[in-house]
């Protein structure tokens, strides 16, 4: 179960749980952002770990290498960084194209930490055209045959269709639990706690504890759960520590489009096009803030709005978090124009604003009511 010894510890200590995985003899290979293709990595033989700043006391050290628009987020993964927190990572995996936060973090890590191996897969930003898929499978191609000559023995078969079959299992494990808290069976918190795992355990593991949470929800008690208002969330690309999902008032979360979040599973790949599946479902997943396509992601938020009946929507902007802050002017907008309240909310990783979180989002929860 999610509160066992041993994931509890997990949860508490993001560093100890890298030290644990180190012990089971695989390569750990670190990756930002969910862009990055997981199922490659593993079908190398190898076990990729989201990088997060969970669990993080910021201790500042960061300061001389971040420069001024750097996000709250990314600080805080310096600060562990620079702490020894990565040390047992054989080789971490940026994604380029993003934000310029991100790709100056890019650069400042290669500088920093020259022994350890680095690699930036570029996404195109604009997805709909077939020059941008055929950019992104070479992209892919290229991140394989670098893995494979400096991780990889010769003779190891690339298992791309086997991993591709294991995540997708994850994402249908994960779309149940969606609907169960969309259905208000659980809370968005027990989602949360187990997405988190989902990112750093290896994913045979994932498969069994998601098995065994989904068998165990028989015995739960949803009565407690409060049936509304209904809240979604939306932004949040550093929002990872899931102990923001405590504060009071969270609860009523049924829906959520978030980068640690659903926006981890909302797809499936195709098993029979090899990488030129994976390519496509990749290409066409819904985008962070960082792309072009605002249409695209508007359109799906009016569609989990209405599928969710939702009542409100949070807009979670990570501190100096320019995409999302840039984007939220747009978004509050358009969900004025479907008569849809919005509120939107500012924090950081260690979640230093938490008693301003909950008396601004309790007084949002009283005008829905």
């Not at 290979?29 to 006391?57: D, K, Q, W």
């Not at 989602?191 to 069994?208: R, W």
Request: proline share 4%; aromatic share 10%; charged share 25%.
């Amino acid at each position: 179960m999610i509160n066992g010894e041993k994931h509890s510890i997990l949860y508490n200590n993001y560093t100890e749980a890298l030290e644990r995985l180190e012990t089971d003899g695989k390569k750990l290979i670190g990756y930002f952002t969910n862009r990055v293709p997981v199922e490659i990595i593993h079908a190398l033989g190898l076990h990729p770990i989201r990088i997060v700043s969970m669990g993080i006391t910021k201790t500042g050290a960061s300061e001389q290498y971040i420069q001024a628009f750097g996000c709250s987020w990314l600080r805080q993964i310096m600060d562990l960084a620079l702490n020894g927190g990565f040390r047992t990572l054989d080789g971490i995996i940026f994604s380029a194209g993003t934000c310029d936060s991100l790709q100056n973090v890019s650069d400042l890590w290669r500088k920093v930490f020259p022994k350890q191996w680095i690699y930036n897969l570029t996404f195109p930003v604009l997805t709909s055209t077939k020059a941008a898929r055929s950019y992104l499978q070479t992209e892919f191609e290229n991140l394989i045959n670098s893995l494979h000559s400096k991780f990889v023995d010769s003779q190891h078969e690339l298992k791309l269709v086997e991993s591709i079959k294991l995540y997708n299992q994850r994402r249908v494990y994960f779309q149940k639990l969606a609907s169960l808290v969309s259905q208000r069976e659980i809370l968005y918190l027990d989602m949360a706690k187990l997405l988190y795992l989902g990112d750093i355990l290896p994913i045979e593991e994932v498969l069994s504890l998601l098995e065994e949470y989904l068998q165990s929800l028989r015995d739960i008690d949803s009565s407690k759960i409060p049936k509304s208002p209904r809240l979604l969330v939306t932004g949040g690309m550093g929002v990872d520590n899931f102990d923001i999902w405590k504060i009071q008032g969270f609860n009523h979360i049924v829906a959520d489009d978030l980068s640690f979040g659903t926006r981890n599973f909302n797809f499936v790949v195709p098993t029979g096009k090899f990488l030129e599946g994976l390519t496509q479902a990749y290409m066409e997943r819904i985008p962070d803030p960082t792309a072009l396509d605002m249409h695209k992601r508007m359109e799906y938020l009016k569609k989990l709005i209405k599928d969710n009946q939702i009542d409100g929507v949070i807009l979670l902007n990570t501190k100096w978090c320019d995409p999302e802050a840039f984007e939220f002017v747009h978004l509050q907008n358009k969900l004025r124009e479907i008569e849809i309240p919005s509120l939107i909310i500012e924090t950081t990783p260690d979640l230093s604003n938490r008693e301003q979180i909950h008396t601004r989002l309790a007084a949002f929860l009283e005008l829905l009511s």
